[in-house]
């Protein structure tokens, strides 16, 4: 890992969902003594979080509901879907 002693650190994230995996690397990050750390999410979906984290940039906010396409997968299917889909 590259010395971030006093960097200030973009975390670009796909979806927000609960959390939990983000907590844990914005506490590992913030051992390294940075300047300033972000979060930036393509999504963040619009559900109640035992955790505070506020992404400074938000692509857009979401339902509660499973989402593919553009890049997020179900099982290895639906990566290549060209735009953002509910799959019920």
């Given at each position: 890992m590259p010395d971030l002693q006093h960097a200030n650190v973009l975390v670009i994230e796909d979806i927000l969902d609960s959390g939990l995996t983000l907590q844990k690397i914005l506490e590992h990050?913030?051992?390294?003594?940075?300047?300033?750390?972000?979060?930036?999410?393509?999504l963040s979906k619009q559900i109640p979080r035992d955790i505070k984290i506020e992404p400074r940039y938000v692509g857009f906010e979401i339902p509660n509901r499973f989402v593919v396409g553009y890049g997020l997968d179900y099982a290895e299917r639906y990566r290549e879907v060209p735009d953002i889909r509910c799959l019920d």
């Open positions: 990050l913030w051992l390294e003594n940075l300047a300033s750390l972000e979060v930036c999410t393509l």
